[in-house]
């Protein structure tokens, strides 16, 4: 997410978003946030028709945050929004651990296992149908693209000039 969109979700502005950053860059490592380079925010205004007009021309360029940049900012942001999200992310957190550690769900993880290695068989078997599919389209295609040839190489004899029909004048 850019930053500009973060700081209209915190409702802090935008400056103070990047000064609390740049004030913390040790908790931004580069898998957590990055700044866009002119180029790539050219391009992203190019390619984009939805983005808030003053953002367009701004002297700078945007930051750009993964989730745990997200997750990170709302621990380093003041703003009451920020801190409720800060307070869930933590919650969910502690409620994580719970469920993995509580002695009744000692089960749990076996049974885990065994639909992790479900899942892996029927992707297996998913990857290998997509694949024979993709094999039969290629034949598909082939077949396809001998019979345009075959067209062509016909409609080719077809525009052939040919000898002309009847009495021909001898020429002088």
Same mark, same amino acid.
């Given at each position: 997410?850019?930053?500009?969109?973060?700081?209209?979700?915190?409702?802090?502005?935008? $400056? $103070?978003?990047?000064? +609390?950053?740049? $004030?913390?860059?040790?908790?931004?490592?580069?898998?957590?946030?990055?700044?866009?380079?002119?180029?790539?925010? &050219?391009?992203? @205004?190019?390619?984009?028709?939805?983005?808030?007009?003053? =953002?367009?021309?701004?002297?700078? +360029?945007?930051?750009?945050?993964? +989730?745990?940049?997200?997750?990170?900012?709302?621990?380093?942001?003041?703003?009451? =929004?920020?801190? &409720?999200?800060?307070?869930?992310?933590?919650? !969910?957190? =502690?409620? =994580? /651990?719970?469920?993995?550690?509580?002695?009744?769900?000692?089960?749990?993880?076996?049974?885990? @296992?065994? /639909? @992790?290695?479900?899942?892996?068989?029927?992707?297996?078997?998913?990857?290998? !149908?997509?694949?024979?599919?993709?094999?039969?389209? +290629?034949?598909?295609?082939?077949?396809?693209?001998?019979?345009?040839?075959?067209?062509?190489?016909?409609?080719? &004899?077809?525009?052939?000039?040919?000898?002309?029909?009847?009495? /021909?004048?001898?020429?002088?």
């Amino acid at each position: 997410m850019f930053d500009f969109d973060l700081a209209d979700m915190y409702r802090v502005e935008t $400056r $103070r978003l990047k000064e +609390q950053v740049k $004030r913390n860059l040790e908790r931004f490592p580069s898998d957590f946030m990055f700044q866009l380079t002119k180029e790539e925010w &050219q391009e992203v @205004i190019a390619n984009c028709d939805n983005l808030p007009e003053g =953002v367009k021309f701004s002297p700078s +360029q945007p930051f750009a945050f993964t +989730q745990e940049g997200v997750a990170m900012l709302s621990g380093v942001l003041r703003s009451p =929004v920020a801190v &409720q999200v800060n307070i869930s992310i933590m919650r !969910a957190f =502690v409620a =994580v /651990r719970n469920v993995l550690t509580t002695t009744k769900e000692e089960n749990m993880l076996p049974a885990l @296992i065994n /639909r @992790i290695k479900a899942l892996e068989e029927v992707s297996e078997e998913t990857f290998t !149908a997509i694949n024979d599919l993709s094999e039969d389209t +290629q034949k598909e295609f082939d077949d396809i693209y001998i019979a345009l040839a075959e067209l062509a190489a016909k409609h080719k &004899q077809e525009n052939k000039p040919r000898n002309p029909i009847g009495f /021909r004048k001898p020429e002088e």
